[in-house]
């Protein structure tokens, strides 16, 4: 498997973050740290940015009243994924 083949290169994929994007593919790397062509230790690892594809026409707004920001903030993107 692909991850085997990582994995015997000592590279690792540390972190996939998923974001919209109406021009890449839902499923398709969008983008990658770190950049092609730099050079790399055994132990670097890899992070990728993943397209969920377009956003959606429209989200539901839930109830923020009495939240501090920071639970606001993550209570909305809570409901993004």
Known sequence: ???LKLARLNLEIDTT???YNEKINKGHIIDQY??????????TKIILIVSQGNPPDYYIVPDLINLSLNKATKKI???IK
């Open 34 to 43: 770190p950049k092609e062509g730099k050079k790399i230790n055994d132990d």
């Open 77 to 79: 993107i809570s409901l």
């Open 17 to 19: 973050i998923y974001e």
């Open 1 to 3: 498997s692909t991850l």
